[in-house]
C-alpha cells in the first residue's frame, strides 16, 4: 500500500498510540518530544519554490 503525503506512515500512528496509552501527567512530555522531532524533520528537508513565494 502506498502511502499519500497527507496520510501519516503506520509508525506515527503507533507512537500516538503509545502516548495516548499513557498517563495524562506524562503525554504532554512525550508530544512535545514529538513535535520537536517531526519540526527537525520538517526544517531538513528540502525545499522547493512554492507557488505564489518570492
Known sequence: MEHTPDEPSDA???RL????????????EA???LHDELMKRLESAPRGDA???R
Open 12 to 14: 506515527l500512528w503507533s
Open 17 to 28: 498510540r503509545l502516548i495516548e496509552g499513557q498517563p495524562l501527567s506524562s503525554r504532554a
Open 31 to 33: 508530544y512535545g518530544a
Open 51 to 53: 507557488p505564489g513565494q
